[in-house]
């Protein structure tokens, strides 16, 4: 029998490691970082770096939200389209998040903007978030190149905006969510 670590104990040491590696990557650059450097700048060892992440990119771009989402997507009404449900299911998830009380949700984004040997992987992130989507949808009776085609637009302007946001020092993430998201509404036709 393994003993595990406490829940707390746990995400402090997950949290530990993804700001020492924003640190190491904002500081050195991300492809000269290594994972031996950022588990030895959060006291500990590569495998457990390897334990909370599969890559060092995870650490910046891992996203425990879809379920959140898929839910607050199935709380829309059915009789909606579905670029209209995913809009009001994307606001409600959002809104049940605290707003981060730090810059460092900017810094993320800013490395990811920076990199482009990153960019792939929040493409990836964001087609298993639009496949989540999309499950959601066509489960609920939607026809699937809708769904794809809302998901597909709905996470662009989100990320754009992320993006947008990203270089600035002004403004909260949640305006910048709140702006893409009011950008999509009206009807679907």
Same mark, same amino acid.
């Given at each position: 029998?393994?003993?595990?670590? @406490? @829940?707390?104990?746990?995400?402090?040491?997950? /949290?530990?490691?993804?700001?020492?590696?924003?640190?190491?990557?904002?500081?050195?650059?991300?492809?000269?970082?290594?994972?031996?450097?950022? /588990?030895?700048?959060?006291?500990?060892? @590569?495998? !457990?770096?390897?334990?909370?992440?599969? !890559?060092? /990119?995870?650490?910046?771009?891992?996203?425990?939200?879809? @379920? +959140?989402?898929?839910? =607050?997507?199935?709380?829309?009404?059915? !009789?909606?389209?579905?670029? /209209?449900?995913?809009?009001?299911? +994307?606001?409600?998830?959002?809104?049940a998040l605290p707003e981060p009380t730090?810059?460092?949700?900017?810094?993320?984004?800013?490395?990811?903007?920076?990199?482009?040997?990153?960019?792939?992987?929040m493409h990836a992130n964001n087609r298993?978030?639009?496949?989540?989507?999309?499950?959601?949808?066509?489960?609920?009776?939607?026809?699937?190149?809708?769904?794809?085609?809302?998901?597909?637009?709905?996470?662009?302007?989100?990320?754009?905006? +992320?993006?947008?946001?990203?270089?600035?020092?002004?403004?909260?993430?949640?305006?910048?969510?709140?702006?893409?998201? =009011?950008?999509?509404?009206?009807?679907?036709?």
């Open positions: 029998m393994t003993a595990t670590a @406490p @829940p707390g104990k746990r995400a402090r040491t997950r /949290a530990r490691l993804q700001l020492c590696a924003l640190e190491l990557f904002e500081r050195k650059g991300f492809e000269q970082t290594t994972v031996a450097q950022v /588990a030895e700048a959060a006291g500990v060892t @590569p495998m !457990t770096f390897f334990r909370h992440f599969n !890559t060092k /990119a995870q650490a910046l771009l891992d996203d425990p939200y879809d @379920p +959140l989402i898929a839910a =607050a997507i199935a709380g829309q009404p059915r !009789t909606w389209g579905p670029r /209209a449900r995913v809009v009001a299911g +994307l606001r409600h998830a959002w809104r730090s810059d460092v949700e900017r810094r993320r984004v800013r490395v990811v903007a920076a990199t482009p040997s990153l960019w792939g992987e298993r978030t639009e496949r989540m989507m999309v499950d959601q949808l066509v489960a609920d009776g939607a026809d699937r190149l809708a769904a794809r085609a809302s998901a597909a637009a709905v996470l662009a302007a989100i990320t754009a905006a +992320l993006l947008e946001w990203s270089q600035s020092d002004d403004g909260n993430i949640g305006a910048a969510v709140e702006g893409a998201l =009011a950008a999509l509404e009206g009807s679907d036709g």
